[in-house]
């Protein structure tokens, strides 16, 4: 997994990058047919794990930066 990135987007999902696996609570895989998935970080995503925009309409607000 050296090769996954995961990018806090600024009002919004994580943005994970890379040859990746999502697994489930019980250790089921998630489909994920791309390089690249928004995983949700408001909550209220009809579609968790993964962002549907729901954070533009609920006022999430995250400005995560390192440092």
């Keep these: 997994m050296a ?9 919004g999902p ?3 990058q890379g040859p ?6 019980a250790g089921n ?3 994920v ?3 690249i998935i928004f995983l949700c970080r408001c909550g209220e ?9 729901a954070h533009r ?3 999430f607000e995250a400005d995560t930066t390192a440092g």
Excluded: A
């Design 29 to 31: 895989e998630f489909t």
């Design 45 to 53: 995503s009809e579609n968790k794990p993964f962002c549907d925009g």
């Design 3 to 11: 090769d996954v990135t995961i990018t806090p987007r600024k009002n």
């Design 14 to 16: 994580y943005m994970v």
């Design 57 to 59: 309409s609920c006022g």
């Design 33 to 35: 047919e791309e390089d």
């Design 20 to 25: 990746l696996k999502l697994i489930d609570p």
